[in-house]
């Protein structure tokens, strides 16, 4: 296709910009620029990178497989009776174990928003928990909540929460147990439905429940293909699994592909990522059933299909620099954070939640703009009430002797008077504007996050200001989308420009 061109046509359609129309929530934004020309290799993760699967189904499942860890453990019968959430755990979420809190920060790590359970700290609780403190250092007190796998412990937790608060006879004879050992007990016993199989069998034993099918997967990939780009697979599921996915998600997209292993130059499943970047794991080849093939290797052979490996070993056989593949993933840390540290390769993160976000953005545009406009208008009054405050205090100091002294007649005491009166009254004018202001912009901005999530607001805003999840996707995320089909809308020569850097001081007024 494009790559087949001669240059100077190429660059006609580039700077042409002839690209297919994608809808608003399908678009990539840019974090730094990246010439997608100069990326011969794009690497894919599986699990809610290329299969997406079904949150809610999933959450059910994680729950079902976790009380019963949970309840052989002596945790009260009523736990069984929970039902799923999806909405209240989003990623960026802190887990505060000390006080069973789950809360929600700023890019600064300064809370906003917390709740107790499923209780929501009212102002004065949070202020009096958090204010003091910036979080995220403390590693032991907090858990971070950052993949979409882990999404269905947090609202389980909050459960566990209310049953120690409400019903602490419940757990008898045994004590009921602390925040922070509820917290160990529900991480341990989801981690074990992880590793003993009991999540992914099930899933396995039902694909269609558990994942959705996006018809343009298989042309998306095909489009890097002819345009030249080669493709490899790394995931961290092993390979039956793995099969029985992709099986489902890309058979029968495209006549061309006999099966899912035609999209792919290099497989490399059960890779132990973020591992894999650092680690010096040989590649274990493995035959199309999942059995081992020979002696493990020190680098993969393109065509071939291999358990394990390590990232150094794979960056030999891409035979291209780092910084010419792009690895697609939707793990901030083990997909993101650590192939960019580790091996400069460039990066794509995969945000499902930014569909939503974009399409709250445009519907509630008038809304959010209101916000901003008293945002702004809260600084200046208060900024204003602070210079009256000072000129109040001045007036007030002031004596009727000054005022003679300063030329003024026999009235200087009632112009004193009438002065102070009028300094008063603007100031009560104003702090009852700024209050009426206050409220207004509260609810506005309560308004609008009950559109985004009724519990948390935007997975990507804290108030005002970025979250601290968004934060992450800005500082570790050469682009971000919502889905690996937007991919479908690029040329395959596209500039992704980033915006200018900036500085406060270099914005215009
Ligand atoms: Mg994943």
Known sequence: MLSGLPFPIRKLLRDADLELEAPATARIFTNRDLAFERIPVIGFDMDYTLALY????????????????????????????????????IRGLMVDKKYGNIVKMDRHGYVGRAYHGKRMLSRSER?????????????????????????PEVNLYA????????????????????????????????????????????????????????????????????????????????????????????????ANYESWHGYFDWIVVGAEKPRFFTGARLFQELDGAG???????????????????????????????????LYVGDHIYGDIVRSKKSSGWRTALVVDDLEHD?????????????????????????????????????????????????????????????????VRQRVDRLRKYEEETAQTLARRIEEVDLSFNRYWGS???????????????????????????????????????????SLPHWQRG
């Open 159 to 254: 459960e566990v929460v209310e049953l120690i608060d409400q019903a602490p006879g419940l757990w008898a004879p045994q004590r009921a147990p602390s925040y922070g050992e509820a917290w160990n007990d529900v991480r341990e016993c989801i981690d074990l439905s992880h590793q003993d199989g009991s999540i992914k069998d099930r899933i396995h034993a039902d694909i269609g429940r558990y994942f959705a099918i996006d018809p343009e997967l298989g042309p998306t990939l095909h489009k890097f293909r002819s345009a030249g780009k080669r493709l490899f697979l790394l995931t961290n599921s092993l390979y039956s699994y793995t099969d029985a996915v992709l099986s489902y998600v890309l058979s029968d997209q495209l």
């Open 54 to 89: 079904r949150q809610a189904a999933l959450e059910t499942l994680s729950l079902e497989c976790t009380v019963e860890k949970l309840l052989r453990r002596g945790y009260p019968a009523q736990l069984a009776k929970i039902g799923s959430d999806p909405e209240f755990a």
């Open 358 to 422: 974009l399409e709250v953005r445009r519907s509630r545009r008038l809304l959010l703009d209101e916000i901003e406009h008293l945002s702004q208008l809260q600084i200046r009054l208060t900024d204003e009430i602070t210079g009256l405050r000072y000129l109040s205090r001045a007036v007030s100091k002031m004596t009727v002797e000054e005022l003679v002294r300063g030329g003024a007649g026999k009235d200087a005491e009632g112009l004193l008077e009438e002065a102070r009166a009028q």
């Open 127 to 151: 202020k009096s928990l958090y204010r003091t403190q910036r979080l995220g250092s403390e590693y032991e007190r907090f858990a971070a909540v950052d993949t979409l796998f882990s999404l």
């Open 459 to 501: 997975v990507f805003a804290a108030r005002k200001d970025v979250s601290r999840f968004g934060a992450q996707v800005d500082s570790y995320a050469c682009i971000y989308t919502s889905r690996v089909t937007n991919f479908r809308f690029v040329s395959p020569v596209k500039y992704f420009h980033a915006p200018h850097g």
């Open 291 to 325: 059995a081992t093939v020979g002696e493990p290797v020190a680098e993969p052979r393109r065509g071939r299909i291999y358990l394990g490996g390590n990232q150094a070993g794979l960056q030999r056989a891409l035979g291209v620099a780092g910084d010419e593949v």
